[in-house]
């Protein structure tokens, strides 16, 4: 069973600051990570997706993956009232096949 | 910016009966899923679509559940007698079918929130 874990949470930090999200998965045959946000009752909306091993920053986000470790993380800095949603961590296995999700991480941003 | 259109928003309908969700993939995609998420859960895999056949599907995906590619733009999902647990957001995602693997993001429509009374 190819299990995605998001274990830390609900998550709060003030206006400004960085939140570090986190995220192991147990199939080391992973190939593709994503970091998607939901907002409440919305859909899936993609934040991020990395391949290789180490940093990938786009504006305020980056995503950290160490396939060693078998964890991915994602980095917001500069934290807005608007990043408050749900982030979930989700992983391809094979080129063509399905994400699993984690189950989130909350994230509150506090003016 | 092209997008994944779902229909209807929110269905209501009565245990047994049976209930299409429909979905318009992004119109140069070839990959197509059903993910569900059911309320405080985590979202779950259903089905993938390819070349006008089922390419994976999960255990949750039983013969009450079938997919249909009726013409070149719609994908739907029917629920042929529904239970109060099949109530959940239902989400449709397309994707392209390209090299190289970077280009291969699945997009999600906005979803079709499912209520079984």
């Known amino acids: 069973q190819k299990e995605v874990e998001q274990n830390s949470g609900p998550l709060s930090v003030p206006e400004g600051a960085i939140a570090s999200l986190n995220c192991t998965y147990s199939d080391r045959v992973s190939q593709s990570f994503f970091w998607y946000r939901q907002y409440s009752g919305k859909s899936p909306e993609l934040i991020m997706s990395i391949y290789s091993n180490g940093d990938k920053e786009d504006g305020r986000f980056t995503a950290q993956l160490n396939k060693a470790s078998q964890y991915v993380s994602l980095l917001i800095r500069d934290s807005q009232p608007s990043d408050s949603a749900t982030y979930l961590c989700?992983?391809?296995?094979?080129?063509?096949?399905?994400?699993?999700f984690g189950k989130g991480i909350t994230l509150s941003v506090r003016p | 910016e092209p997008e994944v259109t779902q229909t209807p928003s929110h269905q209501v309908t009565q245990m047994g009966q049976e209930v299409i969700l429909r979905c318009v993939p992004i119109s140069n995609h070839l990959y197509f899923y059903w993910y569900r998420q059911i309320l405080g859960q985590k979202v779950e895999f259903l089905v993938s679509f390819y070349n006008n056949e089922i390419s994976e599907k999960s255990e949750i995906f039983d013969d009450q559940f079938s997919v249909e590619r009726p013409d070149g733009s719609n994908f739907t999902l029917k629920i042929r007698s529904t239970k109060l647990e099949d109530s959940a957001m239902y989400f449709c995602?397309?994707?392209?079918?390209?090299?190289?693997?970077?280009?291969?993001?699945?997009?999600f429509g906005a979803g079709t929130r499912l209520s079984v009374l």
């Open positions: 989700a992983v391809r296995y094979g080129a063509n096949s399905k994400l699993t």
């Open positions: 995602a397309s994707r392209l079918d390209v090299f190289p693997l970077a280009k291969n993001i699945q997009y």
